[in-house]
């Protein structure tokens, strides 16, 4: 004789719903580092958890509650606690706009799929695609400098250069500041669509795209972070890694140039001090993303302060500000889970 059918879990804060979701709520966990089995393990003791206490319906607090309860216990306050950071972010109700500069090599590319992965973020935008749309309306006669790698835009600067000018840094910024352009209408178009966007490139340089402290307000939480590399042999490794991805790119050419590269780091680093903007030591990638998860959230708890954000996620925001505040006291971040 068959069992009788298990009624659906309602999650909902008034008289419309949707079904619990084992699958949605496994994609939420991931964000923790947690693997994809794992997740849907706990996800699994999630259910079992309210069937066993006879809820038919929960409220999203009410189910936060039960997910950090049962992800404690299963996988440990690390796993809990980063799990209400990601998910603070998650749930904003205004678009979100993520800006990470550096030089070549640094691990902006990664650094970008990974945050989108796990914020379920589909736009994700290079600066090396805005120039190429760039280069459809000027010739490289007309602008020489977008022709050119980051790293040798010293061989397209036409102007006179000042005896104690830098060429490498000069054309840099000139490319830099083209790219910004486009980034600007990037950015501004992403707002006015209310989509999330992460725009990553070697010519975000901080101070570039003048306007964004404008944006910076209850439009839209826009962080914009450096990714740097501070020891030389490490990146150095970046290169010689990227060379067995892809393979239509030289790896000699990026290490020819490598010294170049680290002067365009120092630079960035140095636009980055000046105006507030926070660089991230990138040396491992969970450490890297954690770090750039509290600048958003630290970010979204300003304009949730001062519009009109839903309860459930100031709530959220102020609880991840809290793991943030015991994480800088401790030392700590989350770790990355094995499957």
Do not use: C
């Amino acid at each position: 004789m068959k069992e009788p059918r298990r009624k659906q879990i309602v999650v909902a804060d008034s008289e419309q719903g949707l079904p619990y979701s084992k699958g949605l709520t496994a994609s939420s966990l991931m964000m923790t580092g947690l693997g994809p089995a794992r997740s849907y393990q706990v996800a699994n003791k999630i259910e079992q958890e309210m069937q066993a206490g006879g809820l038919e319906q929960v409220s999203q607090d009410q189910l936060v509650d039960i997910t950090l309860e049962v992800l404690r216990r299963e996988a440990g306050d690390r796993y809990a606690e980063a799990f209400i950071k990601w998910q603070s972010v998650a749930e904003l109700d205004v678009p979100l706009i993520i800006l990470i500069g550096g030089a070549t090599g640094v691990g902006k590319s990664t650094v970008a799929t990974q945050l989108a992965s796990r914020l379920g973020i589909t736009r994700v935008v290079s600066t090396d695609a805005v120039r190429e749309v760039l280069r459809s309306a000027f010739t490289p006669e007309m602008f020489p400098t977008l022709y050119a790698s980051s790293f040798e835009a010293d061989k397209a600067v036409r102007q006179p250069i000042p005896h104690s000018g830098d060429r490498l840094i000069i054309g840099f910024r000139e490319q830099a500041a083209a790219v910004a352009v486009g980034a600007q209408s990037l950015i501004t178009r992403a707002i006015a669509e209310g989509t999330d966007l992460i725009l990553e490139g070697a010519h975000l340089v901080p101070g570039f795209i003048e306007s964004l402290d404008e944006l910076d307000h209850d439009q839209a939480v826009v962080v914009s972070v450096l990714i740097s590399v501070d020891d030389e042999d490490l990146h150095r490794t970046h290169f010689l890694r990227r060379n067995g991805d892809t393979r239509h790119r030289s790896e000699r050419r990026y290490l020819d140039n490598f010294k170049k590269i680290r002067r365009i780091q120092k630079y960035m680093v140095t636009s980055a001090l000046m105006r507030g903007v926070p660089i991230i030591s990138h040396e491992d990638l969970d450490q890297t993303l954690s770090e750039t998860i509290g600048h958003v959230i630290a970010q979204a708890l300003r304009v949730v302060e001062g519009g009109d954000e839903g309860d459930h996620t100031d709530k959220l925001l102020d609880r991840a500000v809290e793991v943030i505040d015991r994480e800088k006291l401790e030392g700590s971040t989350p770790h990355e889970a094995v499957s």
